[in-house]
Protein backbone atom coordinates (compact mmCIF):
# COMPACT_ATOMS: atom_id res chain seq x y z
CA UNK A 1 0.00 0.00 0.00
CA UNK A 2 0.76 3.56 -0.84
CA UNK A 3 1.53 6.53 1.75
CA UNK A 4 -1.15 8.59 2.47
CA UNK A 5 0.39 12.01 1.52
CA UNK A 6 -2.77 14.24 1.47
CA UNK A 7 -6.13 13.64 3.45
CA UNK A 8 -8.80 15.98 4.07
CA UNK A 9 -12.20 15.56 5.86
CA UNK A 10 -15.11 17.51 5.88
CA UNK A 11 -12.89 20.93 5.03
CA UNK A 12 -14.44 24.22 4.63
CA UNK A 13 -12.53 26.59 2.48
CA UNK A 14 -13.06 30.75 3.17
CA UNK A 15 -11.81 33.57 1.69
CA UNK A 16 -12.79 36.45 4.88
CA UNK A 17 -16.23 35.35 5.50
CA UNK A 18 -16.92 33.85 2.04
CA UNK A 19 -17.01 30.22 1.69
CA UNK A 20 -15.37 28.74 -1.73
CA UNK A 21 -15.43 25.24 -1.30
CA UNK A 22 -17.56 23.00 1.79
CA UNK A 23 -16.65 19.38 3.15
CA UNK A 24 -13.97 18.68 0.92
CA UNK A 25 -13.09 15.16 1.25
CA UNK A 26 -10.13 14.41 -0.28
CA UNK A 27 -7.03 11.26 0.07
CA UNK A 28 -3.99 11.49 -1.65
CA UNK A 29 -1.38 8.55 -1.58
CA UNK A 30 2.34 9.03 -2.74
CA UNK A 31 3.43 8.23 -6.68
CA UNK A 32 -0.45 9.04 -7.59
CA UNK A 33 -1.05 11.60 -10.65
CA UNK A 34 -3.91 13.80 -9.75
CA UNK A 35 -5.78 16.67 -11.59
CA UNK A 36 -7.93 19.12 -9.90
CA UNK A 37 -10.55 20.82 -12.76
CA UNK A 38 -13.48 23.24 -12.57
CA UNK A 39 -14.45 26.67 -13.95
CA UNK A 40 -12.63 29.88 -13.13
CA UNK A 41 -13.26 30.78 -9.64
CA UNK A 42 -14.55 27.43 -8.82
CA UNK A 43 -11.51 27.13 -5.92
CA UNK A 44 -8.98 25.49 -7.31
CA UNK A 45 -6.22 27.58 -6.39
CA UNK A 46 -8.23 28.39 -2.92
CA UNK A 47 -7.61 24.54 -2.62
CA UNK A 48 -3.80 24.47 -3.40
CA UNK A 49 -3.17 27.62 -0.88
CA UNK A 50 -4.92 25.60 1.95
CA UNK A 51 -2.50 22.63 1.27
CA UNK A 52 0.63 24.71 1.28
CA UNK A 53 -0.27 26.63 4.08
CA UNK A 54 -1.24 30.17 2.43
CA UNK A 55 -5.08 29.85 3.64
CA UNK A 56 -5.62 28.75 6.76
CA UNK A 57 -7.58 25.94 8.07
CA UNK A 58 -10.73 26.55 9.94
CA UNK A 59 -13.02 24.05 9.66
CA UNK A 60 -12.72 20.21 9.18
CA UNK A 61 -9.01 18.30 9.49
CA UNK A 62 -6.49 18.50 6.88
CA UNK A 63 -3.18 16.22 6.72
CA UNK A 64 -0.51 17.54 4.46
CA UNK A 65 3.06 15.19 4.66
CA UNK A 66 2.02 13.91 8.12
CA UNK A 67 1.72 17.62 9.33
CA UNK A 68 -1.79 18.91 10.95
CA UNK A 69 -2.78 21.67 8.73
CA UNK A 70 -4.80 23.39 11.54
CA UNK A 71 -1.96 23.37 13.51
CA UNK A 72 0.12 25.40 10.70
CA UNK A 73 1.22 29.11 11.90
CA UNK A 74 3.52 31.67 9.82
CA UNK A 75 6.07 30.75 12.15
CA UNK A 76 6.29 26.96 11.28
CA UNK A 77 4.61 26.93 7.94
CA UNK A 78 8.48 26.22 6.62
CA UNK A 79 8.32 23.21 8.25
CA UNK A 80 5.19 22.69 5.89
CA UNK A 81 6.62 23.84 2.83
CA UNK A 82 10.00 21.18 2.92
CA UNK A 83 7.74 18.45 2.44
CA UNK A 84 6.39 20.01 -0.82
CA UNK A 85 7.17 21.26 -4.33
CA UNK A 86 5.33 24.02 -5.56
CA UNK A 87 4.93 25.05 -8.84
CA UNK A 88 2.95 28.23 -10.82
CA UNK A 89 1.81 29.21 -13.70
CA UNK A 90 4.23 32.02 -14.28
CA UNK A 91 7.21 31.21 -13.86
CA UNK A 92 8.77 33.25 -10.52
CA UNK A 93 12.62 32.91 -10.75
CA UNK A 94 14.66 35.42 -9.87
CA UNK A 95 15.06 37.82 -13.10
CA UNK A 96 18.92 38.86 -11.85
CA UNK A 97 20.46 35.49 -11.23
CA UNK A 98 21.40 32.92 -13.17
CA UNK A 99 19.47 29.34 -13.03
CA UNK A 100 22.05 28.17 -10.32
CA UNK A 101 22.02 30.63 -8.45
CA UNK A 102 18.30 30.50 -8.45
CA UNK A 103 18.75 26.80 -7.36
CA UNK A 104 21.47 27.94 -4.97
CA UNK A 105 19.47 30.62 -3.25
CA UNK A 106 16.88 27.94 -1.92
CA UNK A 107 18.88 25.56 -0.69
CA UNK A 108 20.66 28.06 0.98
CA UNK A 109 17.41 29.22 2.43
CA UNK A 110 16.70 25.47 3.53
CA UNK A 111 19.43 24.88 5.60
CA UNK A 112 21.93 23.42 3.00
CA UNK A 113 25.65 24.76 4.81
CA UNK A 114 27.90 22.89 2.25
CA UNK A 115 29.09 24.49 -1.00
CA UNK A 116 29.76 21.53 -2.51
CA UNK A 117 27.06 19.14 -1.56
CA UNK A 118 24.46 22.40 -3.05
CA UNK A 119 26.56 22.14 -6.07
CA UNK A 120 25.58 18.68 -6.52
CA UNK A 121 21.90 18.82 -5.69
CA UNK A 122 21.98 21.58 -8.26
CA UNK A 123 23.63 19.33 -11.40
CA UNK A 124 21.17 16.78 -10.20
CA UNK A 125 18.22 18.42 -10.24
CA UNK A 126 19.20 20.10 -13.80
CA UNK A 127 19.76 16.59 -14.49
CA UNK A 128 16.12 15.75 -13.85
CA UNK A 129 14.31 18.59 -16.14
CA UNK A 130 16.92 17.79 -19.09
CA UNK A 131 19.00 21.19 -18.57
CA UNK A 132 22.08 20.05 -17.40
CA UNK A 133 23.89 22.39 -19.80
CA UNK A 134 21.98 25.60 -19.00
CA UNK A 135 22.93 26.00 -15.13
CA UNK A 136 24.69 29.54 -16.60
CA UNK A 137 22.01 31.06 -18.21
CA UNK A 138 20.25 34.09 -16.68
CA UNK A 139 16.13 32.96 -16.97
CA UNK A 140 15.46 35.70 -19.49
CA UNK A 141 17.90 33.66 -22.03
CA UNK A 142 15.52 30.74 -21.39
CA UNK A 143 12.09 29.68 -23.55
CA UNK A 144 9.29 29.52 -21.46
CA UNK A 145 9.11 26.00 -21.60
CA UNK A 146 13.00 25.99 -20.11
CA UNK A 147 11.92 28.57 -17.63
CA UNK A 148 8.98 26.20 -16.12
CA UNK A 149 11.51 23.43 -16.06
CA UNK A 150 14.03 25.37 -13.75
CA UNK A 151 11.00 26.15 -11.90
CA UNK A 152 9.83 21.97 -11.17
CA UNK A 153 13.91 21.52 -10.72
CA UNK A 154 14.01 24.12 -8.05
CA UNK A 155 10.89 22.55 -6.49
CA UNK A 156 12.91 19.32 -6.55
CA UNK A 157 15.80 20.58 -4.84
CA UNK A 158 14.74 18.95 -1.03
CA UNK A 159 13.07 16.33 -3.04
CA UNK A 160 9.50 16.24 -1.96
CA UNK A 161 6.67 13.74 -0.82
CA UNK A 162 3.88 16.08 -2.95
CA UNK A 163 4.44 18.63 -6.04
CA UNK A 164 1.13 20.99 -5.94
CA UNK A 165 1.13 22.64 -9.61
CA UNK A 166 -1.11 25.37 -9.91
CA UNK A 167 -1.84 25.66 -13.98
CA UNK A 168 1.89 24.81 -14.49
CA UNK A 169 1.21 24.79 -18.68
CA UNK A 170 -0.70 27.77 -18.39
CA UNK A 171 1.59 30.13 -20.08
CA UNK A 172 3.10 27.16 -22.95
CA UNK A 173 2.31 25.76 -26.19
CA UNK A 174 0.97 21.97 -26.43
CA UNK A 175 3.88 20.55 -27.57
CA UNK A 176 5.80 22.98 -24.58
CA UNK A 177 2.79 21.56 -22.53
CA UNK A 178 3.35 18.02 -23.24
CA UNK A 179 6.66 17.93 -22.26
CA UNK A 180 6.47 19.34 -19.01
CA UNK A 181 3.51 16.62 -18.38
CA UNK A 182 5.88 13.89 -19.42
CA UNK A 183 8.26 15.41 -16.99
CA UNK A 184 5.56 16.06 -14.09
CA UNK A 185 4.63 11.93 -14.80
CA UNK A 186 8.19 10.72 -14.68
CA UNK A 187 8.07 12.63 -11.38
CA UNK A 188 5.17 10.87 -10.22
CA UNK A 189 6.39 7.71 -11.49
CA UNK A 190 9.54 8.06 -8.99
CA UNK A 191 6.85 8.06 -6.32
CA UNK A 192 6.19 11.90 -5.45
CA UNK A 193 2.38 12.52 -5.45
CA UNK A 194 1.65 15.28 -8.26
CA UNK A 195 -1.44 17.44 -7.02
CA UNK A 196 -2.02 19.64 -10.41
CA UNK A 197 -5.11 22.03 -11.22
CA UNK A 198 -5.76 22.96 -14.77
CA UNK A 199 -8.19 24.20 -17.41
CA UNK A 200 -6.50 21.75 -20.28
CA UNK A 201 -8.94 18.78 -20.69
CA UNK A 202 -6.19 17.88 -24.22
CA UNK A 203 -3.45 17.08 -21.21
CA UNK A 204 -5.76 15.05 -19.35
CA UNK A 205 -6.90 12.97 -22.25
CA UNK A 206 -3.25 12.51 -23.11
CA UNK A 207 -1.93 11.73 -19.39
CA UNK A 208 -3.74 9.43 -17.23
CA UNK A 209 -4.73 10.34 -13.55
CA UNK A 210 -7.14 10.43 -11.33
CA UNK A 211 -9.52 13.63 -11.86
CA UNK A 212 -11.45 15.74 -9.04
CA UNK A 213 -13.91 18.22 -9.70
CA UNK A 214 -14.57 21.43 -8.74
CA UNK A 215 -18.10 23.02 -8.93
CA UNK A 216 -20.54 24.92 -6.87
CA UNK A 217 -18.86 25.00 -3.47
CA UNK A 218 -18.02 21.07 -3.91
CA UNK A 219 -15.41 18.33 -4.89
CA UNK A 220 -15.89 15.11 -5.94
CA UNK A 221 -13.93 12.91 -8.24
CA UNK A 222 -14.82 12.00 -11.27
CA UNK A 223 -14.09 10.22 -14.82
CA UNK A 224 -15.92 12.34 -16.96
CA UNK A 225 -14.99 15.79 -18.04
CA UNK A 226 -18.30 16.79 -19.18
CA UNK A 227 -20.55 18.77 -17.76
N1 LIG B 1 -7.36 36.57 -2.03
C1 LIG B 1 -8.69 36.44 -2.17
N2 LIG B 1 -9.54 37.19 -1.41
C2 LIG B 1 -10.88 37.05 -1.54
N3 LIG B 1 -11.47 36.19 -2.37
C3 LIG B 1 -10.68 35.43 -3.16
C4 LIG B 1 -9.26 35.52 -3.09
N4 LIG B 1 -8.74 34.64 -3.97
C5 LIG B 1 -9.79 34.04 -4.56
N5 LIG B 1 -10.96 34.51 -4.08
C6 LIG B 1 -12.32 34.05 -4.46
O1 LIG B 1 -12.42 32.67 -4.22
C7 LIG B 1 -13.08 31.99 -5.28
C8 LIG B 1 -12.20 30.88 -5.80
O2 LIG B 1 -11.03 31.43 -6.41
P1 LIG B 1 -9.83 30.54 -6.90
O3 LIG B 1 -8.72 31.45 -7.24
O4 LIG B 1 -9.58 29.49 -5.90
O5 LIG B 1 -10.46 29.88 -8.20
P2 LIG B 1 -9.78 29.01 -9.35
O6 LIG B 1 -10.63 27.78 -9.52
O7 LIG B 1 -8.35 28.81 -9.05
O8 LIG B 1 -9.97 29.92 -10.64
P3 LIG B 1 -9.01 30.05 -11.92
O9 LIG B 1 -9.36 28.88 -12.80
O10 LIG B 1 -9.48 31.34 -12.54
O11 LIG B 1 -7.59 30.09 -11.49
C9 LIG B 1 -13.43 33.07 -6.30
O12 LIG B 1 -14.76 33.44 -6.09
C10 LIG B 1 -12.51 34.20 -5.96
O13 LIG B 1 -13.11 35.43 -6.26
MG1 LIG C 1 -6.59 29.39 -10.00
Redesign the pocket.
Same mark, same amino acid.
Not at 18 to 27: A, E, G, P, R, T
Not at 33 to 46: A, E, H, M, Q
Not at 112 to 133: C, D, H, P, Q, Y
Not at 181 to 210: C, Q
Given at each position: MSKEVISLSDVNIY? *?S?M?LNQVNLKIHSGEFVYLI??? *?? *?????LKTLYGELPLREGEGKVAEMDLKKIRPSNVHLLRRHLGIVFQDFQLLTDRTVFHNLDFVLQATGWKESGKRKARIAEVLNMVGLATKDFKMPFELSGGEQQRVVIARALLNDPEILLAD?PTGNLDPEVSDDIMKLLKEISNKGTAVFM?T?DYRLINKFFGKIYR?ESGMINETSSLNG
Amino acid at each position: MSKEVISLSDVNIYH *GSNMVLNQVNLKIHSGEFVYLIGKT *GS *GKSSLLKTLYGELPLREGEGKVAEMDLKKIRPSNVHLLRRHLGIVFQDFQLLTDRTVFHNLDFVLQATGWKESGKRKARIAEVLNMVGLATKDFKMPFELSGGEQQRVVIARALLNDPEILLADEPTGNLDPEVSDDIMKLLKEISNKGTAVFMATHDYRLINKFFGKIYRCESGMINETSSLNG
